[in-house]
């Protein structure tokens, strides 16, 4: 099995920042892409950012030079620097990893159990 643990979500005031952590576990034989979505309430889920196993990153325009995503391959762990947050960031976080299994065949992606976080004005 494959689990993905998220952390560092919280409540924080307008410009301030956070970082989120995500790290994959189990029987894992290879990842692809690690990537960050958000959705928000009454909204549909958004991709934020995305990195690919040779660290090439593509972000939202909303959020674009205020996140910073990465990863840790040894680790087998994404983050997400998130700086000068504004309340229109308030979200739950989900991280998202394409990887296969030691006894798959073909990636699949796997979702992790979301970070709330939630910015004050």
């Known amino acids: 099995q494959v689990q993905l643990v998220e952390s560092g979500g919280g409540l924080v005031q307008a410009g301030g920042s956070l970082r989120l952590s995500c790290a994959a576990s189990?029987?894992?034989?290879?990842?692809?892409?690690m990537a960050w979505y958000r959705q928000a309430p009454g909204k549909q889920r958004e991709l934020v950012a995305v990195i690919t196993r040779g660290g090439s990153t593509n972000y939202a325009d909303s959020v674009k030079g205020r996140f910073t995503i990465s990863r840790d391959n040894a680790k087998n762990t994404v983050y997400l620097q998130v700086n000068s947050l504004n309340v229109e960031d308030t979200a739950v976080y989900y991280c998202?990893?394409?990887?296969?299994?030691?006894?798959?065949?073909?990636?699949?992606?796997?979702w992790g159990q979301g970070t709330q976080v939630t910015v004050s004005s």
């Open positions: 189990g029987s894992i034989f290879s990842i692809n892409a």
């Open positions: 998202a990893v394409d990887l296969k299994g030691s006894s798959g065949s073909y990636y699949r992606r796997y």
